[in-house]
């Protein structure tokens, strides 16, 4: 007998009227395939060796740490003067700052 046979007759032979429904709820799991450079993948694979777990889990993490961010950001208004002082003072170099 094969076992592929013994796997459908040991199927057959379950006796099912004490089982019971398992109907706790799950959530979904959604498999996307993304594609990233070498870096970003050298950066993942090293995260996740730092850290004892799957790339699966850094990227996950990764992406609920982008979603919390975005929920708590919020828009503000502001004088376009306020706005090029402030990038201007990103962009120049330290020893010229004058604030």
Same mark, same amino acid.
């Given at each position: 007998?094969? @076992?592929?046979?013994? /796997? ?11 089982? =019971?429904?398992? *109907? $706790? ?5 959604i498999v996307y395939s ?6 970003? @993948?050298?950066?993942? /694979?090293a995260e996740s060796d730092?850290r004892g777990v799957s790339?699966?889990? =850094?990227?996950? *993490? $990764? ?37």
């Amino acid at each position: 007998m094969t @076992s592929r046979e013994e /796997a459908l007759r040991a199927l057959e032979s379950r006796d099912w009227t004490g089982a =019971v429904v398992d *109907d $706790a709820k799950r959530s979904t799991s959604i498999v996307y395939s993304v594609r990233v450079d070498q870096e970003l @993948s050298e950066w993942i /694979a090293a995260e996740s060796d730092r850290r004892g777990v799957s790339p699966s889990l =850094v990227i996950r *993490d $990764a992406l609920v740490e982008a979603k919390t961010a975005e929920a708590g950001d919020e828009t503000v208004t502001l004088k376009l003067s306020d706005l090029h002082r402030a990038v201007n003072r990103l962009v120049q170099p330290i020893g010229y700052r004058t604030a």
